[in-house]
């Protein structure tokens, strides 16, 4: 079982305290809380019983259900919270580079952190948190919920989350939508690698179900500034047999070329499908760039600066 702390540092923690993760959509939930709700005067309806755990509230305990059983249960509501907020964390093999740099860190290991560090922003402001990891379809899944014991079950399945096989963001996309049933927040922490269109086509799913979308865009330095200068072997990390060895100062101008071409055509795309696109490079502490998006994600009309 891993440790709380390996994925959620104190100081980080500290550092976000005074941060809210706000739903700018109208979105289905608990009408006194945070989010903006598009029902009036419905009900919190009893959903079910399930195993007390550490953490769970008290008052939540069925005391009946224990006179007859002599165990402790708690009862789940269909709305228990103001805000549903699904996580999606690709874990495609592209993800794992940088995990062998010394001192670095891979982008699936840094998209876990700030999964994680999302998590337990929306656990603390009474929303219920789920999480999705995913390569060329989706692998597991952790539906949302609220309370402090959920924490748990986002961190066991982060710990046990490894690099995979080759991805198709667009259809995975396509493949989740729909199993989202009432409109909430959606959060996906990926590098984006793939055919824009079909990536775009996916995000636009989420959008005409109302839902609000935010794409962290999980970048390795050596993908932005390309620093290599002696002849290199570039091996595919989603194609086991693919791979070359290269002068990388005569592909360098072409890869600036198509990398800039990459980054305005998905910014466009984003853009059009009302979709907060926030790149994030791994060599940046996350939980600055996290307080810096939250901050200004707060502040009513103000752009995200790319």
């Known amino acids: 079982m891993a440790k709380i702390t390996e994925f959620l540092d104190p100081k980080d923690l500290s550092r976000l305290a005074h941060h809210q993760v706000l739903a700018r959509r109208v979105v289905e939930g608990f009408c006194s809380g945070l989010h903006r709700s598009p029902h009036k005067g419905f009900s919190v ?45 690709d ?32 656990l ?39 690099a995979g096989d080759e991805t198709d963001l667009g259809k995975v996309f396509h493949e989740i939508a729909p199993q989202l049933k009432k409109r909430g927040m959606v959060v996906i922490i990926s590098d ?47 194609n086991a047999g693919l791979r070359h060895t290269v002068d990388p100062v005569h592909l360098r101008e072409a890869y600036m070329q198509n990398l800039r071409e990459y980054r305005e055509e998905l910014l466009k795309g984003c853009h059009k499908h009302r979709v907060q696109l926030f790149p994030m490079t791994t060599n940046e502490p996350y939980a600055e760039g996290l307080a ?15």
């Open 124 to 162: 603390r402001q009474t929303d219920s948190v789920g999480l999705t990891t995913f390569d060329s379809a989706v692998r597991a899944v952790v539906p949302p919920r609220g309370g402090a014991s959920h924490t748990r079950q986002i961190i066991d399945l982060l710990s046990a989350t490894v």
């Open 45 to 89: 309806e009893f959903k079910q019983h399930r195993a007390y755990t550490p953490g769970d509230e008290i008052r939540r305990i069925d005391w009946k259900v224990f006179a007859k059983t002599d165990r402790f249960y708690v009862r789940e509501y269909e709305e228990e919270t103001n805000l549903r907020c699904h996580l999606l964390l």
């Open 91 to 122: 874990a495609s093999g592209s993800m794992s580079y940088g995990g062998e740099d010394e001192n670095g860190i891979s982008k699936l290991a840094y998209g876990s952190r700030l999964a994680a560090c999302l998590a337990n922003l929306c």
């Open 192 to 238: 984006c690698f793939g055919d824009i269109p079909s990536i775009l086509k996916g995000l636009a799913h989420f959008n005409h179900a109302k839902h609000d979308v935010v794409v962290f865009q999980i970048w390795h330095p050596d993908e932005l500034e390309f620093p290599f200068r002696s002849w290199t072997r570039f091996d595919c990390l989603e």
């Open 292 to 306: 810096s998006f939250l901050a200004a994600r707060g502040k009513a009309g103000m752009p995200i600066h790319l």
